[in-house]
C-alpha cells in the first residue's frame, strides 16, 4: 500500500533531478555562475520563487513539486530566475533535494529533552535570570508563563495601536540578544525611536529642524551613544530595499546565540505581510508559505519568533472576531503560541490607553488583558 505512493515520488524525483542536471550542464558551460545554488524540495501545493532573494547568492531557492508537474516546476524555476532583471549568473548552481518527514516519538525518548528543560528551569530559578526573552511588563510576561517560548507569537491590532513601536520597546528589552527585522521602517527611524525611549527623549526634538526646543547636533550625538550601549545585543535587520530569506535569518541567529554565548534569542519581523511580498503567488499562498518559513526558522533556531501582523480595515471593526486571524490568512494565528492584540483608546495627550488582550496562548489564560499607557512623544510603553 505504501510502496506504490513512495515509487511515485521518486520518479517524480527522478524526474526533476534530470531536469536540473540540464539546467546545471547549461550553465557550467556558459561559466556565468561562481557559485551553487541550494534547491529544497519541499512538500506543498504550489510553487514559489523570490526573484529579491534569487539576486543573492547566498540564499536557497525553495520551490514545491506538485503532484503531476515535477518537470514543469524546474522549467519554471529557470524561466523565474532570470525575470525581473535578475539573471542566473548571480544565483549559485548546485541542487540537493530534500524531503522532510515527521517524527515518531515512544515517551520514553523525550526524557532527555524533558530532563534537560527542567535543569534550565532550576537553573533560571536559582539565578533569577530567565530562560528565554522577556516582555519587559510584569503582568504580561506571567501571563506567558515567565517568557516567551520558542515557537511564533502573533502581535495585531488596530490602525495607530503602536504595534512597531511595542515590538521595538520589547526587542531592545527583552533580556537576551535580540535580532529585529524591519521591512518597513528605516534603521534611521528606528535609531531614534530608541534613543527617545531610552533616553525619554521627545522624539519631535531628533527630528524636527525648527523645534521649539532644538537639541544641537553633539548633544544628539551624545544621546545616541548613551541609548546604543545600554543594548549591546539588539541587531537590526533593515529588510525595507532587500529580502532577508529565512535561511539568512535562522544564520544570524544561531551567530547572535553564539556570539553572546545566550540559551534564548527574540527575532522580530516587522511585518509578517510585508516581509511575505517577496514570495510569489497571491496573498493567501504567500502568507501561507511565509508563516511555514518563519516556524522552520523558529523550530531550527530554538528562538521566539514575534511576528507584527497586519489588520484589514474589515479587522479593525472587528477586532474580538478576526484576532485569531490576521489580515488574509486563519495560519496566521492557529500556528502560533500566543497572538496578542492591542488596540488603543482614542486620545488627544501623549499618553494613549492601550488594552493588550491574550486572544491565543498555550502557556497561560488565554482571553487576559493587561493594561498599558503607550506614551507616543517618547515611543514607551508601562503598565497602567
Not at 97 to 120: E, G, K, M, T, V
Not at 249 to 254: A, K, S, T
Amino acid at each position: 500500500m505504501v510502496a506504490e505512493p513512495a515509487r511515485k515520488i521518486n520518479s517524480k524525483l527522478a524526474e526533476v533531478n534530470s531536469k536540473l542536471a540540464e539546467i546545471n550542464s547549461k550553465l557550467a558551460e556558459t561559466e556565468r555562475v561562481r557559485g551553487p545554488i541550494t534547491i529544497t524540495i519541499r512538500a506543498a501545493t504550489r510553487a514559489w520563487l523570490t526573484p529579491r532573494a534569487a539576486a543573492n547568492r547566498e540564499c536557497r531557492i525553495c520551490f514545491a513539486v506538485q503532484k503531476n508537474n515535477a518537470a514543469g516546476l524546474v522549467g519554471r524555476l529557470a524561466a523565474n530566475t532570470s525575470r525581473g532583471g535578475h539573471s542566473m549568473e548571480r544565483i549559485p548552481h548546485t541542487a540537493t533535494p530534500a524531503i522532510h518527514a515527521p517524527r515518531l516519538y515512544r515517551l520514553s525518548d523525550l526524557l532527555d529533552a524533558f530532563n534537560q528543560a527542567a535543569q534550565r528551569l532550576e537553573h533560571a530559578r536559582n539565578t533569577q535570570i530567565p530562560p528565554g526573552p522577556v516582555t519587559g511588563l510584569d503582568s504580561l510576561d506571567r501571563e506567558l508563563c515567565g517568557y516567551l517560548h520558542p515557537g511564533l507569537h502573533v502581535l495585531t491590532g488596530n490602525t495607530g495601536a503602536g504595534k512597531s513601536a511595542f515590538a521595538w520597546w520589547i526587542a531592545a528589552r527583552c533580556g537576551t540578544p535580540a535580532l529585529y527585522v524591519s521591512c518597513e521602517l528605516s534603521a534611521l527611524e528606528l535609531l531614534r525611536r530608541h534613543i527617545a525611549a531610552t533616553t525619554q527623549t521627545y522624539l519631535s526634538r531628533l527630528k524636527n529642524w525648527n523645534h521649539s526646543n532644538p537639541l544641537s547636533a553633539a548633544e544628539m550625538s551624545e544621546l545616541a551613544r548613551r541609548a546604543i550601549a545600554q543594548t549591546p545585543s539588539l541587531v537590526l535587520v533593515d529588510a525595507t530595499q532587500a529580502w532577508a530569506p529565512p535561511e539568512y535569518l535562522e544564520e544570524q541567529v544561531h551567530l547572535l546565540r553564539q556570539d553572546y554565548e545566550a540559551d534564548g534569542v527574540l527575532l522580530v519581523v516587522d511585518s509578517l505581510h510585508s516581509w511575505a511580498r517577496a514570495i510569489e503567488g497571491d496573498e493567501y499562498g504567500r502568507l501561507e508559505l511565509a508563516i511555514d518559513r518563519l516556524q522552520d526558522v523558529a523550530a531550527a533556531t530554538g528562538a521566539a519568533v514575534l511576528l507584527i501582523s497586519e489588520q484589514t480595515k474589515q479587522a479593525n471593526r472587528q477586532a474580538e472576531s478576526t484576532a485569531m486571524n490576521g489580515a488574509g490568512h486563519r495560519v496566521i494565528g492557529y500556528g502560533a503560541e500566543s497572538v496578542w492584540t492591542l488596540t488603543a483608546e482614542e486620545s488627544a495627550a501623549d499618553e494613549i490607553p492601550v488594552t493588550l488582550r491574550l486572544a491565543k496562548n498555550r502557556h497561560g489564560r488565554p482571553g487576559a488583558s493587561v493594561r498599558l499607557k503607550f506614551q507616543a512623544g517618547f515611543m514607551r510603553f508601562e503598565e497602567a
